[in-house]
């Protein structure tokens, strides 16, 4: 199965960047390409991101839209997630993922570890 490594989490002030890293060993059967999850405390796992393959179409969440920029190498099967802006609620634990989509809702087979992103106010 496919292995998803994320890195690039950690403690930021409201205001600040981080960018985020995902690298992938292949590329799983019928994913749109790679993207991004959340899930913060007390909530579920929601789509933050996506990228198709090609790299030539992106796809974000309405809360991160004009904030954050998802970028890949599909050489590399890499994602990575730029974070500007934060703010206190995009504290959560990010998943790196090979999303697939019915409609406008995302979902993803395999998960990587997470990265937890802490935003202090």
């Known amino acids: 199965q496919v292995q998803l490594v994320e890195s690039g989490g950690g403690l930021v002030q409201a205001g600040g960047s981080l960018r985020l890293s995902c690298a992938a060993s292949e590329r799983t059967f019928r994913s749109y390409g790679m993207g991004w999850f959340r899930q913060a405390p007390g909530k579920g796992r929601e789509f933050v991101a996506a990228?198709?393959?090609?790299?030539?179409?992106?796809y974000y969440a309405d809360a991160v839209r004009g904030r954050f920029v998802i970028s890949g190498d599909n050489a590399k099967n890499t994602v990575y997630l730029q974070m500007n802006s934060l703010k206190s609620e995009d504290t959560a634990v990010y998943f790196c993922?090979?999303?697939?989509?019915?409609?406008?809702?995302?979902?993803?087979?395999?998960w990587g570890q997470g990265t937890q992103v802490t935003v202090s106010s």
């Open positions: 993922a090979q999303p697939k989509h019915l409609g406008t809702t995302w979902y993803s087979d395999y």
């Open positions: 990228i198709s393959w090609s790299g030539g179409t992106t």
